[in-house]
C-alpha cells in the first residue's frame, strides 16, 4: 500500500509538472499543423506568467490574471504571426525575437512583483472521481488549470481528427496552394493558429505563476517554452502522444524533488538538469528508433505562402 500511494503521489505531481508543457505544446502544436512555426513559446510564457500575477495581484482574482495572461501573450503571438503571414518575414528569426522581446520586458515590468502575493489556484477534488482506484488521485484532485489542459487535450484531438475546421487548417500546413486552390483563407488559419498557440503559452506561464509557485520570479518559465516546442516534436505533431511527453517531463522534475526530499546527498544542479537531459536522450531515441515513422513535420512549416508562388 505504501509502495502505492507513493506511486500515486509521484503520477499526481508528473501530471501537475507536465501541465504547462501540455498547454503550451497544444498551442504550438495546433500553429505548426498550420504550418507556422513559433520560436518565441518561450518568450510569450514569461509574459504570460508576469501578466497572470500581475492581473491577480492587483484584481485580487486569479481569473482575472488568467484573463491577463491570455491576452497580453496573445498580443505577442499577433506581432509573431502578421509579419510572419502577411509579409513572410522569417518564422526563425521573427521566434527568437519573440523570445527577446518577451524576456526583456517580463524581467524588467517584473521587478516590482518580486516578493509580491496574489490569488492562486488551489487543488479542487472531483466528486466521486476522485474517489477511483489510482486514477481519481492522479488526474481528479488537481487544481483548475490542470482539468482544462486534460480538457483542451480532448477538443484539440477532435479538432484536428473529426471536425472539417480541423482538416482545413491542416491541409493549410501541408500543401498550402491546395488549400487556397480549394478556396481556402491560409493566411487567416495561419494567423488564428498562431494567435491560438500564443494564447495557450500565455495560460502556460500563468499556471506557473498562479498554481505551481504562487508568485512571480524572474525566469520562471526555466526554458519551459522550449521544451514545450521539442514534446510537439516528439509526439510526431499528435495531441496525445504530446500529453505523453509532457508528463513524461513532469516527472522527472517530480522525480528531482521526490529525491531532495528524501535527503539523498546529490548535487543540487545535477538535479536540475535531469529533466532536460531526459528530454534530450528521449527526443534522440524517438527520433531514430520504431517512432521515427510518426515524426513527420507538416510538409509546409515554416514555410511562407503567398498566393503568386503558386506554380
Known amino acids: 500500500m505504501d509502495a502505492l500511494n507513493a506511486a500515486e503521489v509521484m503520477a499526481a505531481a508528473a501530471v501537475a509538472s507536465g501541465t504547462p508543457i501540455l498547454l503550451a505544446g497544444l498551442g504550438e502544436l495546433v500553429a505548426e499543423r498550420a504550418g507556422v512555426l513559433n520560436l518565441g513559446v518561450e518568450g510569450m510564457m514569461l509574459v504570460g506568467a508576469l501578466a497572470g500575477f500581475a492581473g491577480a495581484h492587483l484584481g485580487g482574482n486569479v481569473w482575472v490574471g488568467l484573463t491577463c ?16 503571414v502577411l509579409f513572410r518575414v522569417d518564422q526563425v528569426v521573427s521566434g527568437l525575437a519573440m523570445v527577446i522581446l518577451g524576456t526583456g520586458i517580463a524581467s524588467g515590468l517584473g521587478r516590482g512583483f518580486v516578493g509580491q502575493v496574489a490569488p492562486s489556484f ?23 488549470l490542470v482539468y482544462f489542459s486534460l480538457l483542451l487535450l480532448l477538443l484539440v484531438s477532435l479538432f484536428l481528427g473529426r471536425s472539417r475546421p480541423g482538416l482545413e487548417l491542416q491541409v493549410c500546413g501541408e500543401n498550402p496552394a491546395l488549400a487556397d486552390s480549394a478556396g481556402l483563407r491560409v493566411g487567416l488559419f495561419r494567423v488564428l493558429a498562431t494567435l491560438w498557440g500564443g494564447v495557450m503559452a ?67 544542479y545535477i538535479l536540475k538538469m535531469l529533466p532536460y537531459v531526459c528530454t534530450l536522450l528521449v527526443l534522440l531515441l524517438a ?5 521515427s515513422r510518426f515524426m513527420g513535420a507538416p510538409a509546409a512549416l515554416g514555410r511562407p505562402y503567398a498566393r503568386e508562388e503558386r506554380d
Open 202 to 268: 500565455g495560460l502556460a506561464g500563468a499556471y506557473l505563476s498562479l498554481a505551481d509557485t504562487p508568485s512571480w520570479v524572474d525566469g520562471m518559465t526555466a526554458g519551459r517554452g522550449w521544451i514545450a516546442i521539442a514534446m510537439v516534436i516528439f509526439s510526431g505533431w499528435t495531441p496525445w502522444r504530446l500529453a505523453l511527453g509532457a508528463w513524461l517531463f513532469g516527472g522527472m522534475v517530480a522525480v528531482q524533488f521526490h529525491i531532495q526530499a528524501l535527503g539523498f546527498d546529490a548535487n543540487v
Open 287 to 291: 527520433s531514430r528508433g520504431p517512432w
Open 69 to 84: 495572461a491570455a491576452l497580453a501573450a496573445g498580443l505577442f503571438a499577433l506581432l509573431h504571426a502578421l509579419p510572419v
Open 122 to 144: 488551489s487543488r479542487l477534488p472531483v466528486p466521486w472521481l476522485s474517489e477511483l482506484p489510482f486514477l481519481g488521485p492522479v488526474f481528479f484532485r488537481q487544481d483548475m
